[in-house]
DNA sequence: CGACAAATTGATGGCTGTCAAGACGTGTGG
DNA sequence: CCACACGTCTTGACAGCCATCAATTTGTCG
């Protein structure tokens, strides 16, 4: 079975490889099993400290923070590949949650065989910080989005980067991609209202650029939709007429 | 001399050790050379593959983004302890610029070395990735603030990170301590403008919760800062009379 | 069909960006 | 010593993006 690995710890920096190649490697020591999970699961929960952490091998999910007064701070979209708890790996406790937002396979391994790994395999282990300081720079990346650019931007941004990202997957074609999350899901993810996302995108679908229901985004003018996404293009495109 | 060193990354998780050992340590193997430098100058530019890697010993500076259209995202504060180029050490690329803001002491290591210790240092590796772990967390932090908070909050929330940070490094005194940084500093990094984080300032002055002025904070008013740095006190926040 | 979550739309108010001008401090040169 | 340039800080006026409130529609499920 040929799906992709891109970011398990045990795989190449900057390569694909076979998931079963990697899947083989970490049989060896580390992987624990496979676990499925529904919907709505709360893979980890921030102030945790699970003694297991997961590779996602297929579905998606959302990191998180919640706030005092019941908000929400989505961190970011989980794909395939992604790793899950690294922070309670290497801390005392998590600085987020993670839930599934569709069916989700994930690779279990114990918490407790990460220091194994580190002494025994420092290829991989160098592979771990990798993805760590990968995390940080698109951590960094959505704060310039959330900082510098205005409700219509972020969301044509964030779009590109969905798709871009699942592309490199394999889950998009022809720019049509699963997007399983709801506006609220991406309404916390970009610092705005439900109300003003839900009229955001209105004006993308108005607009013929992007269009995005029931679980599925379409993609209709990649260029424009970059554009859209760039900094200070505020005025030229507020004033663009609606079609 | 007991100055501390706590992010260093040859010192012991969650505890403070002293510089000298730490220092010790670092020269066996690592540690290739103290490096001084000026105000204004760049220490790791975005997108180069610097071959030094640092630990801060002395002095303030600040990680940012530079935008296309000339705005900049401050990703966050440098201050003594903070390691310096964790990405270019084990990705292509640097993924933001690094720039001191004061004189800095820094203490210099090859970048080529950071391979042998994750071979021959495990414990040193763990580290490693325990402090971008760290460093993920906090930009998670951020998200929220930039993400959820107003104007005023940003602020204040920024001046009790600061001062707690400052204190934790025996840079702070009775709620006082060096922020040698500009105003416009700040705004990039809560995403405020420069106006605005201007006006939010004298707020905070006139309604004797925290003074910024000369490169020097005061807090004033610890437990009414605290307060203002949480979520949704807006509107009681803003309707209390000034002074 | 009824209950519920999610998406949609309109009206209102305010926080915040932008523009513009001035004040203040510092260093340089005449 | 003063004039000047320069960077930084400060303040006021104005416009607009966006949050909030409220109500309706749509879709799903039992």
Known sequence: MPTKCINCP??????????SECELAFMQEFKAGEL?????TTLMLEGSSSP???????????????????ERQVISFVMPGDFIGLQAGVMREMKHSVE???DMVL???????????????????FDLTWLAAVEEHFLGESL???????????????FVRLHDRGESLGLAQNGVMKLPY???DLADALGLSLVHTNKSLKKLRERGI??????????????KLCEMGLLDEKREMMKRPLI
């Not at 952490?53 to 999910?61: E, N």
């Not at 992007?210 to 003018?221: Q, V």
Request: proline share 2%.
């Open 210 to 223: 992007a269009e995005w229901r029931n679980g599925t985004l379409k993609i209709l003018s990649y260029g």
């Open 144 to 158: 310039v989005v959330i900082g510098h650019m205005n409700g219509l931007a972020r969301i044509a941004r964030a």
């Open 36 to 40: 499925k999970v529904e919907p709505g």
């Open 182 to 184: 709801k506006q609220q």
């Open 52 to 70: 297991q952490l997961y590779t996602v091998l297929d579905g998606m999910g959302l990191r998180y923070k919640m706030l005092e007064n019941g």
């Open 107 to 125: 690779c279990v391994f114990d918490r407790r065989t990460l220091w194994g790994l580190f002494r025994d395999h420092p290829e991989r282990a």
């Open 10 to 19: 045990l795989r190449k920096r900057d390569v694909f490889v076979e998931m």
């Open 100 to 102: 599934a937002s569709t």
